[in-house]
């Protein structure tokens, strides 16, 4: 193989064959291709795109560069879940158990928080004791008698993927929908699903910032599901401000258990909802959607889907405890600061990315992978978009320890948060489902 014809072939807009392109990646996770070429190819992608056929084949040999669980031994549907990222977002927290008492299975690998947005495991570690590191075999086991488990990579899962996106990360390569969609699906596949969820989120704090953006990644992970004949269902949902009210891990962790205990945002409890569904309809391909939401509504409303979660944070080390006195277990900060409006009016606009940074200000997040955070700070929202407030009232409360850079926190929320007229019409929080049907 001569890798430079492969990049001039993808260049001048040729399309790779199947033996190309699985020679390529094994030769690259072997080392026996340089990262100048490899970046060269994925800038020829960037701008080029891959074929349907390309896409199926390169997410399949970068599934295939690791362990692949195998979950035959476990009965299921096993389906998961997964968010394309966003501010607030702590639905997994949720979803797994909710899904659980749906009569789902849910192996939930997830990750960790990086840059603007938060992640799974982070916020599952705020809970004293929980532990998100088991053996592929507790893990199995966690799945087969708790119906979930929810932890942080096993052993070497699709190793190809992370060389990859340390390579586009400092090439300009990641904003590339068929590198994002072969990205995410190779991890996920791995996990041995029969079926997965995606929630793809649009708006400020997301990765893709338009509808019809957020449509093509949505249809591109469903076509890779198709080739791989596993069944993928998108839910694409509104990350234009912060979900819910909480922003930060313990705060977060404890908002997830307001919405168990059938008391949380509506917001996130509509969310958690229309993912579960969708869930099942990928379990059973097809679902009654107004029933489905009343079952599961009361799900969280008589605290059946707490009683999966507490079982699953003892299960796996944590304080059950966290379930019934979330504030009092999870840690907390040393104090809590208003921020106040500065003008009378209406919130027409909070930009979630910059929220998502003023939490990191706070020490709630990580810019490299190698930062460490504070579990206890971050914010709580008063007020979200559409609400009016006076000059001097606060929008959101400030949970802050002593590390905690409380003015640029406040600088970037001035900048975040825009009052003014009552805005015209706000994204709706459930944009749009898609099926691989064309809708
Ligand atoms: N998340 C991933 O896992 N991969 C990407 O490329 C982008 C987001």
Redesign the pocket.
Known sequence: MRVVELIRKKRDGGELSSDELRELLDAYTDGDVPDYQMAAFLMAVYFNSMTEQELGVWTDAMLHSGDVLDLSDVPGPHIDK?S??GVGDKISLILAPLAVTAGLKVPMIS?RGLGHTGGTLDKLESIPGFDVNQSVQRFKELVRDVGCGLIGQTGEIAPA?KD??AL?DVTGT?E?IP??????MS?KLAEGIGGLVLDVKIGSGA?MKSVERGRELADSMIQIGEAMETPVRAVLTDMDQPLGLAVGNALEAAEAIDVLRGEGPSDVVDVSVALVTEMMAVARGSVDRDATRDQLVSALEDETALEVFREIVEQQGGDPAVCDRPREVLPTADDVVPFEADEAGSIRAMNAEEIGLASLDLGAGRMTKEDDIDPAVGLVFRKKRGDTVDAGEPILDMHINPGSDVESCRRRLGEAIEIGEPADSPPSLIIERRTGEGS
Do not use: N, P, W
């Open positions: 997964h394309t990222g990750g993927d990859l996106y586009r990641v590339c590198l994002i969609a072969s990205s995410i991890k990765f």
